[in-house]
């Protein structure tokens, strides 16, 4: 039997509680484009599969609103600069961490969140404890989850293979 050596980790609702930013950039969104906020528990329900499909089910209409591409710029520029406002590691995350480290057990982030807040939230949580963060970066022919390509890739930075993982994903 192989030692399992690695551990990949979703990032929202498995990490980091990141729902309430997530809330408020949608909701910034929402107001900006003349629709009705939603509550946490709607966007609860429309987190998943990254940020797109995020706001698809936010909109009225879905990508086949007029306002679709604007208000999904909006959500993006707002959450690029509000990602960490109420953001925080669930409880016993920093300690499960830091014991998978002591025991020598490789860690890796994969997410459908866009790549730019998985990396910049990774290094302002886990800077010292996870070496790789991977999210959604389609346009690099890295299908998102839950095509196996992120955790692919996140194998192959941290030297794993396939064989030797423990990947850990819970809904929010």
Known sequence: M?????????????????????????????????YPEHTLDEVRRYVGNG????MQRAIPGGKD???FDKAFTLFKEHYGKHCNDTT???AGIMELLRTLKENNIK?????NKADFAVKELNAIYFK??????IGEKESE?????????T?????????????TPFISETPM
Not at 22 to 31: D, G, I, P, R
Not at 107 to 111: G, K, L, N, P
């Open 107 to 111: 860690i890796a982030i994969v997410s």
């Open 151 to 163: 955790v692919i890739e996140a194998l192959k930075q941290l030297g794993s293979t396939a064989e």
């Open 128 to 133: 010292d404890l996870i070496p790789v963060a």
């Open 2 to 34: 192989n030692k399992k050596d690695t551990v990949v980790f979703d990032l929202d609702g498995t990490l980091l509680d990141t729902l309430e930013d997530l809330k408020n950039s949608v909701n910034y969104a929402m107001t900006q484009c003349g």
């Open 88 to 90: 925080k590691p669930y």
């Open 65 to 67: 609103d007029p306002n």
């Open 141 to 149: 022919g890295i299908r998102k989850k839950p095509a196996p390509d």
């Open 51 to 54: 940020i797109l499909l995020l």
